[in-house]
C-alpha cells in the first residue's frame, strides 16, 4: 500500500514539475512588446554643470511622434502658428514621453562619458534630448535648456533648437540655429545604440537675462 502511495505521489510531483517547466519555456518564449535604446553621451564643459549642478536636474528625455495637431514632439513650426507676427523654429511642442520618469544623469567629478538605457514603447518618436532643467526659473519655455540631442552625429553636438526672433516690420531672424534632432523609430524587440554629444557651455547663452 505504502509502495502504491509513494508511486502515486512520484508521479504527481513529475507531472507538477513538466507543468512548471514548460510553464517557464512559455514565459521565455512570449515575443517583445518593448524596445531598447541605449548609448553614451559624451559631455564637452562638464566644468560648467559643475558651476549649475545645486540649481537643477539633467534629464534625458525622449519626445512623442511630432506633430501639429495636436501639438506634440518635437519639430518645425511655422512663423504664425502660436499668433500673427509669432515667428516658429524648431523646437518641442509638448511634454517628453517620459516626463513623469526622465532618465536623471548625476553630476561626478572629471567624468566625460555616461552610458544610458531605456525601455520604451514600440513606435517613432521625434528627439531624444539630455537637458538641464533650472529650479529658479519660472518661464516654462526657458526653464530647459537643451544641452545636446541625438541628430545622427556621435562626434559634433547639437542642441536641436532654432529660435527665429522678429526684429520689427517683418524682419524674422534665427538667433540659435542648430540641426534638428533626429527622428527614431523602434520595433518590438529592438535593441538600438544612439551615441550623442551634449555641450553644458550651452547653459549660460540659454539663461542670460
Not at 502511495?5 to 504527481?12: D, G, H, P
Not at 511655422?78 to 553630476?107: I, K, M, R, W
Not at 520604451?120 to 518618436?125: D, H, K, Q, R, S
Request: charged share 20%.
Amino acid at each position: 500500500m505504502n509502495y502504491l502511495l509513494n508511486k502515486s505521489a512520484s508521479a504527481i510531483a513529475l507531472s507538477l514539475l513538466v507543468l512548471v517547466l514548460f510553464s517557464a519555456c512559455d514565459k521565455d518564449d512570449e515575443d517583445p512588446t518593448t524596445a531598447t535604446l541605449r548609448g553614451t553621451i559624451t559631455i564637452e564643459n562638464a566644468d560648467v554643470w559643475q558651476e549649475y549642478q545645486d540649481s537643477g536636474e539633467v534629464q534625458l528625455t525622449l519626445f512623442p511622434d511630432y506633430s501639429l495637431d495636436p501639438p506634440a514632439g518635437w519639430g518645425d513650426v511655422p512663423d504664425g502658428f502660436f499668433g500673427p507676427g509669432v515667428p516658429g523654429g524648431n523646437f518641442a511642442l509638448g511634454a517628453p514621453y517620459n516626463a513623469q520618469n526622465p532618465l536623471v544623469l548625476e553630476y561626478e567629478p572629471g567624468r566625460t562619458s555616461y552610458d544610458y538605457e531605456l525601455e520604451v514603447e514600440p513606435g517613432t518618436y521625434s528627439a531624444l534630448a539630455l537637458g538641464f532643467r533650472h529650479n529658479l526659473v519660472n518661464d516654462a519655455s526657458r526653464r530647459t535648456a537643451t544641452v545636446g540631442v541625438y541628430w545622427g552625429n556621435s562626434t559634433e553636438v547639437s542642441h536641436g533648437v532654432e529660435i527665429r526672433v522678429d526684429f520689427g516690420g517683418g524682419n524674422i531672424m534665427s538667433v540659435l540655429n542648430f540641426p534638428a534632432p533626429e527622428s527614431i523609430t523602434v520595433a518590438a524587440g529592438d535593441d538600438v545604440d544612439l551615441d550623442f554629444v551634449a555641450d553644458f557651455a550651452f547653459l549660460p547663452v540659454w539663461y542670460m537675462n
